[in-house]
């Protein structure tokens, strides 16, 4: 069996590529006098948000993005949000809108993401952007499956014929990233809670994505020598160390190409919500 030494899928460095990229056409449409924005509301302390909220708020200040940050009480009511939602849909001066999720549980997740203007849903949560891109003709694309193939076209890996599995089914990560695998041609797989010999099938991958939200939950005997892996989860483990759902140092030695956490999928996904925010402030003056 080959021995691998994984090369590092580097978020971090790429993120910083597109964040110079985006500041010029942020120059751009400044001159034009249109000042791109986009309005995040968080609700409660769910930890992987926060993080989220933090870094964002940075590299939007590094690309000139204005931001404005709303963060409302745990008792907040469904009819609020709503109310809020429907004020940033009519305010012209905002370009993009993202509730942060989950939401406490007096709120409707499904109601809320409806609520918001297809066109403002930086996210690509709202039906139409996810059927859209279902249907293999996307609108908006949502942001962590965006940053994930941007990042695998980064290092010209292919994906046409791939056996990829996806583990983990939510709305933000594994089923619209499955439905952007299938338009790039890869034979997909997604895996959850109720799939049986998980290992079995995680070891048949070409490309391995794991986004479950357990610290370390695969290592060697779940991946295949040479595969491509990609770490999504955000977790703490015992130590409370940062860590994704990959055994990073076991599998190093093991997956052609792995993505590090912190430093890979994370911070591509706020480049990629960086990039949708000025796609539509363009889109709103052309
Ligand atoms: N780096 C980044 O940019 C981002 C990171 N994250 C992180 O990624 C992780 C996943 O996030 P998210 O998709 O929102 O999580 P969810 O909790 O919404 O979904 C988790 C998925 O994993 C499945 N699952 C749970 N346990 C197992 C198991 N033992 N075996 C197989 N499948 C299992 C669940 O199955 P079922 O559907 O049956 O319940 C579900 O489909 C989290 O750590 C989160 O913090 C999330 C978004 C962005
Ligand atoms: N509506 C909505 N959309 C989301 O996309 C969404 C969400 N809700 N809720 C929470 C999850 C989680 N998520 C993360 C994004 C970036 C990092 C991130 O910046 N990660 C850095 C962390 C570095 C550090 O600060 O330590 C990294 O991995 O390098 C983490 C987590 C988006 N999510
Ligand atoms: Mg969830």
């Given at each position: 069996m080959a021995i691998f030494l994984a090369i590092k899928l580097d978020g971090k460095k790429l993120s910083q590529k597109i964040a110079g990229q985006l500041q010029q056409r942020v120059t751009k449409l400044k001159a034009r006098g249109v000042s791109p924005k986009l309005a995040v509301i968080l609700i409660g302390d769910d930890p992987a948000s926060q993080i989220y909220v933090r870094n964002k708020r940075r590299m939007a200040k590094k690309i000139g993005i204005e931001t404005s940050d709303l963060r409302l009480p745990v008792a907040t009511s469904e009819e609020k949000l709503l109310q809020i939602i429907a004020e940033l849909n009519n305010?012209?001066?905002?370009h993009g809108i993202l509730v942060q999720l989950p939401l406490p549980p007096q709120i409707n997740e499904e109601t809320i993401i409806q609520a918001i203007d297809p066109l403002k849903?930086?996210?690509?949560?709202?039906p139409f952007n996810m059927g859209k891109l279902f249907m293999g003709a996307p609108y908006a694309i949502p942001c962590t499956p965006n940053g994930i193939m941007q990042l695998l076209a980064e290092y010209r890996i292919p994906l046409a014929g791939k056996k990829v599995v996806i583990v983990g089914r939510s709305n933000i990560v594994g089923r619209p990233l499955a439905a952007l695998m299938i338009n790039h041609n890869a034979t997909v797989t997604v895996a959850h809670s109720y799939t049986k010999n998980l290992f079995e099938l995680t070891r048949r991958a070409d490309i391995l994505v794991a986004a479950v939200g357990k610290a370390e939950l695969f290592s060697q005997t779940a991946i295949k020598s040479g595969a491509v892996v990609i770490d999504v989860g955000i977790n703490r483990n015992a130590a409370g160390k940062l860590v994704g759902d990959i055994d990073q140092i076991k599998v190093a030695d093991i997956a052609s190409y792995l993505t590090p956490v912190p430093g890979g999928v994370g911070p591509m996904t706020i480049a990629m919500l960086m990039k949708q925010t000025v796609d539509f402030a363009e889109r709103s003056v052309k």
């Open positions: 305010d012209v001066t905002v849903d930086v996210d690509g949560f709202h």
